[in-house]
């Protein structure tokens, strides 16, 4: 489990939006670690975090697109039942929120990897370690 930058851009919601994000940090050589979308009527909300936040930062502001960064817990755990169980209980037992997660494993994978918000990702970091 560590500690990372998620980035959170504001883009419109149409065709072709996605595909041009992923080309431009394809180009940079930025690997995309996590994604998630939600839309409303007018635009798109995407989550990232990624392989170096920093220039994916620049390539967006370049870009003109509104961004904003936050830290957020990536854990890297078994994929079998129970397990979120386990990390919301000791969470919630030290008294910090779960914002928002988000995940995806294979099927028959052994681990995943699950990005948290939380209310106080230091804290958080120290709880699901020890």
Do not use: W
């Amino acid at each position: 489990m560590q500690l990372a930058k998620q980035l959170a851009l504001f883009l419109e919601n149409a065709p072709g939006t996605l595909a041009r994000l992923a080309d431009a940090l394809g180009q940079a050589r930025i690997n995309i670690y996590a994604i998630t979308t939600s839309d409303t009527v007018d635009h798109s909300v995407v989550r990232l975090v990624v392989s170096d936040y920093r220039r994916a930062l620049q390539i967006f502001e370049e870009h003109n697109v509104l961004v904003v960064e936050g830290d957020v817990i990536m854990v890297d755990g078994f994929n079998q039942p129970g397990s979120l169980s386990r990390i919301a209980h000791k969470l919630a037992n030290a008294k910090i929120n779960i914002e928002y997660c988000y995940c995806a494993t294979a099927p028959d994978a052994k681990k995943g990897l699950m990005i948290m918000r939380v209310s106080n990702p230091k804290k958080a970091l120290k709880v699901l370690n020890s």
